[in-house]
C-alpha cells in the first residue's frame, strides 16, 4: 500500500515510531543488493530518513560507490502483519551538526545513546516512495 512520504496514514508513522530493527538494502558496484540490519529514523515532513553508522562500512562504501549524487537504497521493517518500506535516494554526511541530530533521533527511538564513536557518519535518505501497512 502506497503512503504519502510527507503525510502517512497515523498507524504508519506510530510504526515508524516504535523501537524495530530494521534492514537497510544498498547496491554493490556490481548491482547485487548487499542487505543489512540497522536502526532508521523517519522525518516524514523532511521526507528524510536515517542511518547512524561507521565511515568505514560497506554500505557507506556502496553509496560512494554510486556517485557524487548518491545511490538508491531502500528501508524495511516488520513487525507481524505490520510492514514499511522507505525508498530514496541516500547521500553520506559527515557534519558534525547532522551527524549529532541523527544520533539524538536514533536515541530518542531507540530509547538508547550509542557510545561516542569518531567514524560515525549519517546516511541521510531523501525519501521519494513510501510503501507499508502499519
Given amino acids: ?3 504519502d512520504v510527507r503525510d ?8 515508524w515510531g516504535e523501537r524495530h530493527l530494521c534492514t537497510l ?22 521526507a528524510m530518513a536515517r542511518v ?11 553509496i ?3 556517485g557524487p549524487d548518491g545511490g538508491r537504497v ?3 521493517q516488520v ?13 553520506v554526511r ?12 536514533y536515541a530518542a527511538r531507540y530509547e538508547r545513546t550509542p557510545a561516542p564513536n569518531p567514524d560515525r557518519v549519517v546516511i541521510e535518505i531523501a525519501v521519494d516512495r513510501a510503501l507499508g501497512r502499519g
Avoid at 36 to 44: A, D, L, Q
Fill in 74 to 76: 531502500a528501508v524495511c
Fill in 25 to 46: 538494502t544498498t547496491l554493490r558496484p556490481d548491482g547485487t543488493p548487499h542487505v543489512v540490519p540497522v536502526g532508521v529514523t523517519y522525518e516524514p515532513e523532511a
Fill in 8 to 15: 502517512p496514514d497515523p498507524g504508519y508513522l506510530a510504526f
Fill in 64 to 66: 560512494l560507490a554510486a
Fill in 52 to 62: 547512524i553508522t561507521n565511515k568505514n562500512s560497506t554500505k557507506v562504501a556502496n
Fill in 79 to 91: 513487525h507481524g502483519g505490520r510492514w514499511a518500506t522507505l525508498e530514496g535516494l541516500a547521500t
Fill in 1 to 3: 500500500m502506497a503512503q
Fill in 94 to 105: 559527515t557534519e558534525a551538526d547532522r551527524v549529532a541530530d541523527a544520533v539524538g533521533r
